[in-house]
């Protein structure tokens, strides 16, 4: 087993404001100024939840040493953030996979500039669907060196979606299945860029009879699997 490379546990990091409880959060990330970005879904316990607390900011940016808030937004905006990324501009992008009942927020990619202005949106607000511009409960959400946005669709038509970084469809690859070249719930995403072409590391969570870790290039070609 490697040695742990930080031996020192701090408890209590990153605390939140008025006292306010950490609740169910799967978002994190490094800035490109070191410092760390992460979100809650707008508190714990009974009643939590995004839109149950819209006066709540979910997003959070945390001094990388002592755990202090620099900034933090997103009010109002989601009903439950989901996957999450920092570009190398320092942009935040979260992906909200569910809608609320008034059609009013959710199935969206939301794209902030580091102090929380909202600069794109990719998805029809409050709508779960397959049409153009429309998604479905989207799971993740990351961006390419040249600003190309790589979407997971995963939890229904498990489309990966490529757009350009102004948000304009370029392609989709993938459907709901168990084939090779399917996916059953694609999740989370990241970029190898240790090959002489980057690759799309895609989780594919539910794949049966085992999930999985897809390769794929980045014009949606299929590489490789790594069956877990």
């Not at 229904?156 to 490529?162: C, G």
Request: charged share 20%; net charge negative; aromatic share 10%.
């Amino acid at each position: 087993r490697l040695p742990n490379p930080n031996p020192t546990v701090i408890l209590d990091w990153a605390p939140l404001p008025d006292g306010r409880e950490w609740g169910s959060t799967a978002g994190i990330d490094i800035g490109p100024d070191g410092h760390v970005w992460a979100y809650d879904r707008c508190g714990g316990g009974l009643g939590a939840g995004c839109e149950n607390n819209p006066d709540l900011d979910p997003i959070f940016k945390f001094d990388k040493d002592t755990g202090e808030i620099l900034t933090s937004f997103g009010a109002g905006l989601f009903v439950t953030p989901h996957g999450f990324h920092v570009d190398s501009d320092g942009n935040v992008w979260v992906t909200d996979f569910a809608g609320n009942d008034a059609g009013t927020k959710g199935h969206q990619v939301i794209k902030f500039s580091p102090e929380g202005e909202v600069l794109l949106r990719l998805g029809e607000v409050g709508v779960a669907g397959s049409g153009p511009g429309q998604l479905n409960q989207p799971c993740d959400v990351i961006t390419a060196p040249n600003g190309d946005i790589f979407l997971s669709d995963g939890y229904a038509s498990n489309h990966i979606f490529k757009f350009d970084k102004s948000g304009k469809y370029l392609m989709h690859f993938g459907s709901k299945g168990d084939g090779l070249k399917q996916f059953h719930t694609a999740h989370g995403m990241t970029l190898d860029t240790r090959y002489d072409l980057p690759r799309l590391l895609i989780c594919d969570r539910n794949h049966q009879p085992k999930g999985r870790l897809v390769h794929y290039s980045l014009e949606g070609e299929f590489i490789a699997e790594v069956v877990t």
